[in-house]
């Protein structure tokens, strides 16, 4: 059985307001804990919000047609599997969906061009057509989130570069 990384009772209590200032760029708190999540469970913080940006542009109320909800745009199944109650939930979103991204992460040993196919288009598909996916929009999305975390590396690289005059 799977659990959520728990975080402290303070963090959880952290109402989050559900409208467009939520995003990445107006809303730092969302960041704070894709970071968190990410730091947890092993993986890279740029994966984690590209991912982020492609499904739902960091808007924690997005829901597709298909049924896909939240920051990192989970199923159904995916939520029974990660214990996630409400996926309209930062936390729990963020919990499960980045917990299911580090197994995903570990199952196609760090090849993480497999991990975000399989996160696309469910975990079954990718193993049973390995290095060889031909389908357009698998190929599409992964190249989506390929240029963002590139981007988000670039990002993190400017964020990292001290600044002359401060802090010297």
């Not at 469910?122 to 389908?135: A, E, K, T």
């Not at 400017?158 to 600044?163: E, G, L």
Request: aromatic residues 10%; positive net charge.
């Amino acid at each position: 059985m799977r659990r959520l990384f728990a975080l402290p009772l303070f963090m959880l209590a952290v109402a989050i307001p559900s409208t467009a200032a939520t995003r990445k760029e107006g809303n730092p708190e969302l960041r704070y804990y894709a970071d968190a999540y990410a730091d947890h469970y092993g993986v890279p913080r740029a994966l984690v919000h590209a991912v982020i940006a492609q499904e739902s542009d960091w808007n924690p109320l997005a829901l597709s047609t298909k049924g896909a909800a939240g920051l990192m745009q989970l199923m159904p199944a995916s939520t029974e599997d990660y214990l996630v109650r409400n996926r309209f939930s930062v936390t729990e979103n963020l919990g499960g969906g980045i917990q299911y991204l580090a197994d995903l992460m570990r199952e196609f040993r760090g090849e993480m061009r497999l991990a975000v196919a399989a996160y696309y288009c469910g975990s079954r598909r990718i193993p049973r057509q390995g290095l060889i996916y031909r389908n357009p929009d698998v190929v599409s999305y992964v190249e989506a989130v390929r240029r963002r975390y590139q981007f988000e590396l670039h990002e993190q690289a400017d964020r990292d570069v001290p600044t002359p005059g401060k802090g010297q």
